[in-house]
């Protein structure tokens, strides 16, 4: 018997997907979209994935995977459980739901750049229909789904929590770490309405093992921000505990260790060359951008992101110096960096460290190289590139070079290998023990 109390659209689209013949729609086919495609495929649904990049929707659409931790094998599976991937935004009104997961990222003021958001959704508005779901999963500032999505469903005279059912449910994706997975995640959402909310709960229930409903879309937005900027802060903290360390000779990752010994009222977070990846270094700009608008001025967020950004110069800083003490100069240097990639045992270069001290290091004369096993050849990015391939880490290699950076320590590098022909290591990330003679901590 029907529900007279509930909507006709969401008892139609609740009873879809608790039946898994509902069509799941995932805009945006990247680290975050990827993943989720995959696991609603292995949940028995069908998935449509829309992305503008033409080379990529025909790799997924032959089995093939782009992504290094992701294994075409899964994709292949997917394919076989119905999983299409297309370009073809008209389509946008045959799935259930639609899922948008594309980059937030900052613009050259460090302000939010919606555009991604925003177009995709006035490229999928003119095709949705009644009894769709729409959910943002992109990171944003509190207010994004109810200030800009909602009027634009309701510009198409849809009203919202009895036509169509809007949602936030932020992205939880760390790449590479195998020891959480999609499925096992528990997923925050919010709705507009109690009616979005429950529609919500019904699109990733049968996906993700726990989903965690929170009172508003700005709830679950804000949980995103505040569970990033718990971890930027940290790690702020964390980088000027190093530079204290370092000025008192003081090994911080000896410290670390023992600090981490304490079963209670203690998490070690590590510190680096800075902060990459797409969410860390930018989300607190979200934040703090909107706060402005309350009148806020958030200093200890800002604090941190300052200690933050200055990590690659204050590394630079050590690379000069241990040049100078073995009397050479960074011009005219050879410089290998290992690793580019923002984190280890990927290949996601966004908004890596790594690049900018690239930069940094080509801008004072010296001679660039770099060797990451997950980046064969340096990509075009939208503020950097370098025409460059990955270096062959051998013997000889590695002696004919001034210094080896080491910025991102893959499981793939031999580092005793690189100890023992390097003439100069400087590493950030504690790989090694302090009382080498060829090697500076940074």
Same mark, same amino acid.
């Given at each position: 018997?029907?529900? *007279?109390?509930?909507?006709?659209?969401?008892?139609?689209?609740? +009873?879809?997907?608790?039946?898994?013949?509902?069509?799941?729609?995932?805009?945006?086919?990247?680290?975050?979209?990827?993943?989720?495609?995959?696991?609603?495929?292995?949940?028995?649904?069908?998935?449509?994935?829309?992305?503008?990049?033409?080379?990529?929707?025909?790799?997924?659409?032959?089995? +093939?995977?782009? @992504?290094?931790?992701?294994? $075409?094998?899964?994709?292949?599976?997917?394919?076989?459980?119905?999983?299409?991937?297309?370009?073809?935004?008209?389509?946008?009104? *045959?799935?259930?739901?639609?899922?948008?997961?594309?980059?937030?990222?900052?613009?050259?003021?460090?302000?939010? &750049?919606?555009?991604?958001?925003? &177009?995709?959704?006035?490229?999928?508005?003119?095709? /949705?229909?009644?009894?769709?779901?729409? $959910?943002? +999963? $992109?990171?944003?500032?509190?207010?994004?789904?109810?200030?800009?999505?909602?009027?634009?469903?309701?510009?198409?005279?849809?009203? @919202?929590?009895?036509? =169509?059912?809007?949602?936030? #449910?932020?992205?939880?994706?760390?790449?590479?770490?195998?020891?959480?997975?999609?499925?096992?995640?528990?997923?925050?959402?919010?709705?507009?309405?109690?009616?979005?909310?429950?529609?919500?709960?019904?699109?990733?229930?049968?996906?993700? &093992?726990?989903?965690?409903?929170?009172?508003?879309?700005?709830?679950? +937005?804000?949980?995103?921000?505040? *569970?990033?900027?718990?971890?930027?802060?940290?790690?702020?903290?964390?980088?000027?505990?190093?530079?204290?360390?370092?000025?008192?000779?003081?090994?911080?990752?000896?410290?670390?260790?023992?600090?981490?010994?304490?079963?209670?009222?203690?998490?070690?977070?590590?510190?680096?060359?800075?902060?990459?990846?797409?969410?860390?270094?930018? &989300?607190?700009?979200?934040?703090?951008? %909107?706060?402005? *608008?309350?009148?806020?001025?958030?200093?200890?967020?800002?604090?941190?992101?300052?200690?933050?950004?200055? /990590?690659?110069?204050?590394?630079?800083?050590?690379?000069?110096?241990?040049?100078?003490?073995?009397?050479?100069? =960074? /011009?005219? $240097?050879?410089?290998?960096?290992?690793?580019?990639?923002?984190?280890?045992?990927?290949?996601?270069?966004?908004?890596?460290? #790594?690049?900018? /001290?690239?930069?940094?290091?080509r801008e004072k004369g010296a001679a660039v190289d770099y060797a990451d096993p997950h980046v064969p050849s340096f990509p075009r990015m939208r503020e950097h590139w370098f025409d460059l391939k990955s270096v062959e880490l051998n013997p000889s290699s590695?002696?004919?070079?001034?210094?080896?950076?080491?910025?991102?320590?893959?499981?793939?590098?031999?580092?005793?290998? @690189?100890?023992?022909?390097?003439?100069?290591?400087?590493?950030?990330?504690?790989?090694?023990?302090?009382?080498?003679?060829?090697? =500076? %901590?940074?």
């Amino acid at each position: 018997m029907r529900d *007279e109390s509930k909507p006709a659209y969401l008892e139609q689209l609740t +009873e879809r997907l608790d039946k898994r013949s509902a069509v799941i729609g995932i805009i945006g086919l990247g680290y975050v979209g990827l993943p989720l495609t995959l696991r609603y495929a292995e949940a028995g649904f069908r998935v449509l994935g829309i992305d503008i990049d033409g080379a990529k929707i025909e790799r997924l659409n032959r089995g +093939e995977s782009y @992504i290094n931790h992701i294994k $075409s094998a899964d994709i292949a599976r997917a394919r076989e459980r119905g999983f299409e991937a297309t370009s073809d935004f008209t389509r946008a009104g *045959e799935p259930d739901a639609l899922i948008i997961c594309v980059p937030t990222p900052l613009n050259a003021y460090r302000e939010p &750049d919606l555009s991604f958001v925003l &177009d995709t959704a006035d490229a999928l508005l003119p095709f /949705m229909r009644p009894g769709q779901v729409l $959910s943002l +999963e $992109s990171t944003t500032y509190p207010g994004t789904t109810d200030e800009e999505l909602k009027p634009r469903l309701e510009s198409r005279g849809f009203l @919202i929590g009895r036509d =169509v059912f809007l949602v936030f #449910s932020p992205e939880r994706e760390d790449p590479g770490n195998p020891n959480f997975h999609t499925r096992t995640i528990p997923k925050v959402c919010g709705g507009v309405t109690p009616a979005c909310l429950e529609a919500g709960i019904a699109l990733y229930s049968p996906a993700i &093992d726990k989903v965690v409903p929170v009172s508003s879309t700005r709830a679950a +937005e804000l949980t995103k921000l505040l *569970e990033n900027i718990h971890r930027a802060v940290n790690i702020g903290l964390v980088n000027e505990m190093k530079i204290i360390a370092d000025r008192m000779d003081i090994d911080i990752h000896e410290v670390i260790r023992a600090a981490a010994t304490k079963p209670f009222g203690f998490t070690p977070y590590y510190p680096g060359p800075g902060l990459g990846g797409h969410c860390i270094p930018i &989300d607190p700009f979200y934040l703090t951008w %909107k706060a402005r *608008e309350y009148g806020l001025h958030t200093r200890f967020i800002e604090l941190a992101g300052e200690i933050n950004s200055d /990590m690659p110069h204050w590394v630079i800083g050590k690379v000069t110096d241990a040049l100078n003490r073995r009397g050479k100069s =960074v /011009m005219g $240097s050879r410089v290998l960096v290992l690793g580019i990639a923002y984190k280890k045992d990927v290949e996601d270069m966004r908004e890596s460290p #790594s690049v900018e /001290m690239m930069e940094i290091l080509r801008e004072k004369g010296a001679a660039v190289d770099y060797a990451d096993p997950h980046v064969p050849s340096f990509p075009r990015m939208r503020e950097h590139w370098f025409d460059l391939k990955s270096v062959e880490l051998n013997p000889s290699s590695i002696a004919s070079y001034d210094v080896v950076l080491l910025a991102t320590a893959h499981s793939g590098f031999d580092y005793e290998l @690189i100890r023992q022909y390097a003439a100069l290591v400087v590493d950030t990330r504690g790989v090694y023990p302090t009382s080498l003679p060829n090697v =500076v %901590k940074a």
